[in-house]
Each structure stands twice: as structure tokens, then as C-alpha cells.
């Protein structure tokens, strides 16, 4: 079998182990405050202000549209797998807003004259297969020839206007629930350089391809103020940003915060992205870290993660109630902290 990572060529990302996912935190910020500021369409609900995971873009008073875009290179080595994944991650930021993703465009990337076309067509199976899954209509999509293989999604949901759920809306004394475990950029890492087993690929790849359908259904029946996914930016880079957007602080009880199993002593022999270490670099000024943390431990909770799970502000009254039904579902669920008073304080405990 031709091994998808493999057919990756070497760029200033990749070679240093990173996961082909988003550009950093800090030159995202810069690249888009250079930008000319324009008023925003009294129509669009959610825009960049925020940081958030989609757009929202209001069509009549009891309906909006939820849109978002992501694609990136190869991470597991089965065609069929990787465009699982790609779905899974693409349609989660739609999850992370509170909609119901309906539509989905391909967005392909493929090196046509050095690869089988077989591959593409199982990226796609793998792709059309989890978009079923989600009962997401695919509509079509773009091609091109390129040297790299890549693949992603455009996907559209729909949302009441009144039951969005952002990154800015966390209160003081919110509960934090995160629905997967961190590590998979570590893992898929390890995966690249051949030092996993294949069930620990077939776990990695399972946490990655499974959808927040579950778990943002489950969180309908309760009080959410709050919700992000956690992918490319690292868990503390996505509760950063939904600190700075709801003016609160956060508390993150570090050993509480689920872990795919391995992760961390692959992380202690130097298995550790460079986009992981790129989001401790952006957010190490800001939090403040327990004395006698290992770098290796703070490395982790910045890991670079794609299709990770939603990290979730819920009213304290309900958090317990939440984390039982969510785990009764099958989801790997937990409260790794609470939202304070202070804003833009983070604290990991």
C-alpha cells in the first residue's frame, strides 16, 4: 500500500513534524489585522471577531446558515481513512455552533500524473461515507493538479439565530467539559516516523473519524453559553481564544484532561510537532503553569490536533447532569475545568 504521508513534499511545516493543519495562531492574527476593516453586514451573525468556528449569516428570523471551510495534507496513511477524517473534521465546526450540517463541497488537491487514481477515488468513498453518516448532501467541489496531496471540505449547516452557540459566551463559574482526548498530533506524528502500533492507529484514527454529532445533539437538552472544537490551535489556544472573546478567565485541571494513551511518553523521546511547540510559543506568556510542569506536559495540552472534540462552557447546575449523559453515549467526555471573574487569566492547575 502507498503510504499517504509518505507522498507529502517537505515544506517549512512538514519537516518539522507538523500536522498540515491551520496556520499559527500569531500569524493568522497578524495576516488578518493588516487586512482594511469594513462594516459588518447587519445580516452576519458571526464573523471574525471572535475567532469563532464558523461563520453565521442570518436569512429570515428564524433561520441562518452556518459555514466553514478546512482542508489540509495527509495524516494517516489509508486513503479511505484520511477522507474520513478530512469529513469529520470539516463538519465539526458546524457541530461546534449548535447546527445541522446539510450540505458539503469537495476540495481537492491531487498530484494526478504521480498517484493512482484509485487513491483519490477512496479519499472520496472515505469522505462521501462520513458525510452519510452525518446525512450531509454532497453538491460537488474543485480539483486541481498539485504536487501535494490535499483534501478538505466546504460544509453549510442551518441554526436558528437564536441558538447559536459561540466561543464568547462563557460565565464565571461555567464548567468546562472537552468531549475527546488531546495527543492526536503527537500520535499521527509518531504514525509518520513509524513508531506506532496498528492498534494504536486504528485508535488514533478511530478518535479522529468519529463526529461531534453525538456529543452537540447531547449538549442541545442543556445549558451551553459556549463551544468551541479543538483542532489546529491546541486545547489552550482554543480556550484562549474563547477566554479573550467571553471576557472571562479559565482554570484547566490538567490532570483531568483526557489523553490518548501513549501520547505523552511519545512526547517525552522528542515526538512533538512543530505546530504543537508553535502554540505553546503563542500562548506560554499567558497562562500560568504549575512550578514543576514538565515542558513536555505543556507541549501537550498546545498539541495540534485535528478533529478533536468540543470543549464546552456549561452552567454549573448541569455539568454533572451533561458529563453522565455524554458519557452514557459512548464519548470519551470530561470536566477539565471551570470558567472565573478575571479576563484573559488562565491558570492550569
Same mark, same amino acid.
Not at 157 to 174: C, F, K, Q, V
Given at each position: 500500500?502507498?503510504?499517504?504521508?509518505?507522498?507529502?513534499?517537505?515544506?517549512?511545516?512538514?519537516?518539522?513534524?507538523?500536522?498540515?493543519?491551520?496556520?499559527?495562531?500569531?500569524?493568522?492574527?497578524?495576516?488578518?489585522?493588516?487586512?482594511?476593516?469594513?462594516?459588518?453586514?447587519?445580516?452576519?451573525?458571526?464573523?471574525?471577531?471572535?475567532?469563532?468556528?464558523?461563520?453565521?449569516?442570518?436569512?429570515?428570523?428564524?433561520?441562518?446558515?452556518?459555514?466553514?471551510?478546512?482542508?489540509?495534507?495527509?495524516?494517516?496513511?489509508?486513503?479511505?481513512?484520511?477522507?474520513?477524517?478530512?469529513?469529520?473534521?470539516?463538519?465539526?465546526?458546524?457541530?461546534?455552533?449548535?447546527?445541522?450540517?446539510?450540505?458539503?463541497?469537495?476540495?481537492?488537491?491531487?498530484?494526478?500524473?504521480?498517484?493512482?487514481?484509485? @487513491?483519490? =477515488?477512496?479519499?472520496?468513498?472515505?469522505? &462521501? #461515507? *462520513? /458525510?452519510?453518516?452525518?446525512?450531509?448532501?454532497? $453538491? +460537488?467541489?474543485?480539483?486541481?493538479?498539485?504536487?501535494?496531496?490535499?483534501?478538505?471540505?466546504?460544509?453549510?449547516?442551518?441554526?436558528?439565530?437564536?441558538? @447559536?452557540? =459561540?466561543?464568547?459566551?462563557?460565565?464565571? &463559574? #461555567? *464548567? /468546562?467539559?472537552?468531549?475527546?482526548?488531546?495527543? $492526536? +498530533?503527537?500520535?499521527?506524528?509518531?504514525?509518520?516516523?513509524?513508531?506506532?502500533?496498528?492498534?494504536?492507529?486504528?485508535?488514533?484514527?478511530?478518535?479522529?473519524?468519529?463526529?461531534?454529532?453525538?456529543?452537540?445533539?447531547?449538549?442541545?437538552?442543556?445549558?451551553?453559553?459556549?463551544?468551541?472544537?479543538?483542532?489546529?490551535?491546541?486545547?489552550?489556544?482554543?480556550?484562549?481564544?474563547?477566554?479573550?472573546?467571553?471576557?472571562?478567565?479559565?482554570?484547566?485541571?490538567?490532570?483531568?484532561?483526557?489523553?490518548?494513551?501513549?501520547?505523552?511518553?511519545?512526547?517525552?523521546?522528542?515526538?512533538?510537532?512543530?505546530?504543537?511547540?508553535?502554540?505553546?510559543?503563542?500562548?506560554?506568556?499567558?497562562?500560568?503553569?504549575?512550578?514543576?510542569?514538565?515542558?513536555?506536559?505543556?507541549?501537550?495540552?498546545?498539541?495540534?490536533?485535528?478533529?478533536?472534540?468540543?470543549?464546552?462552557?456549561?452552567?454549573?447546575?448541569?455539568?454533572?447532569?451533561?458529563?453522565?449523559?455524554?458519557?452514557?453515549?459512548?464519548?470519551?467526555?470530561?470536566?477539565?475545568?471551570?470558567?472565573?471573574?478575571?479576563?484573559?487569566?488562565?491558570?492550569?492547575?
Amino acid at each position: 500500500m502507498i503510504k499517504l504521508t509518505e507522498q507529502i513534499k517537505l515544506t517549512s511545516l512538514t519537516s518539522k513534524g507538523g500536522c498540515g493543519c491551520k496556520i499559527g495562531p500569531a500569524d493568522l492574527s497578524n495576516v488578518l489585522k493588516s487586512l482594511p476593516q469594513k462594516p459588518a453586514h447587519p445580516d452576519l451573525l458571526v464573523g471574525l471577531d471572535t475567532s469563532d468556528d464558523a461563520g453565521v449569516y442570518r436569512l429570515t428570523d428564524d433561520l441562518a446558515i452556518v459555514q466553514t471551510l478546512d482542508f489540509f495534507t495527509p495524516i494517516v496513511d489509508d486513503p479511505y481513512d484520511f477522507g474520513q477524517v478530512a469529513a469529520a473534521n470539516a463538519i465539526s465546526d458546524v457541530y461546534a455552533m449548535g447546527g445541522t450540517p446539510v450540505t458539503a463541497l469537495n476540495i481537492v488537491a491531487f498530484p494526478i500524473a504521480e498517484l493512482d487514481n484509485a @487513491i483519490l =477515488t477512496e479519499i472520496l468513498r472515505g469522505a &462521501g #461515507d *462520513k /458525510l452519510s453518516e452525518a446525512d450531509v448532501a454532497l $453538491v +460537488g467541489g474543485h480539483s486541481i493538479d498539485d504536487q501535494e496531496p490535499k483534501f478538505g471540505l466546504a460544509v453549510t449547516g442551518t441554526i436558528h439565530p437564536d441558538r @447559536i452557540r =459561540t466561543n464568547a459566551g462563557a460565565r464565571p &463559574g #461555567d *464548567k /468546562l467539559i472537552l468531549t475527546k482526548p488531546i495527543g $492526536v +498530533g503527537i500520535m499521527t506524528t509518531a504514525l509518520k516516523r513509524g513508531l506506532l502500533t496498528n492498534d494504536e492507529i486504528q485508535h488514533v484514527t478511530e478518535v479522529m473519524t468519529t463526529l461531534n454529532k453525538t456529543a452537540a445533539e447531547t449538549m442541545n437538552d442543556h445549558t451551553v453559553h459556549a463551544s468551541t472544537d479543538v483542532t489546529g490551535f491546541g486545547l489552550m489556544g482554543h480556550a484562549m481564544e474563547m477566554a479573550e472573546a467571553s471576557d472571562v478567565g479559565l482554570t484547566i485541571y490538567h490532570e483531568d484532561v483526557p489523553v490518548l494513551p501513549r501520547a505523552e511518553e511519545l512526547a517525552q523521546t522528542g515526538v512533538i510537532p512543530g505546530g504543537s511547540k508553535n502554540n505553546f510559543n503563542h500562548v506560554k506568556d499567558r497562562i500560568k503553569y504549575p512550578y514543576d510542569m514538565t515542558d513536555t506536559r505543556k507541549w501537550l495540552l498546545s498539541d495540534a490536533v485535528t478533529s478533536g472534540g468540543l470543549l464546552a462552557a456549561v452552567d454549573i447546575t448541569e455539568a454533572n447532569d451533561l458529563l453522565e449523559k455524554l458519557q452514557a453515549n459512548g464519548i470519551e467526555a470530561a470536566i477539565i475545568g471551570e470558567v472565573t471573574e478575571t479576563p484573559g487569566q488562565i491558570i492550569v492547575t
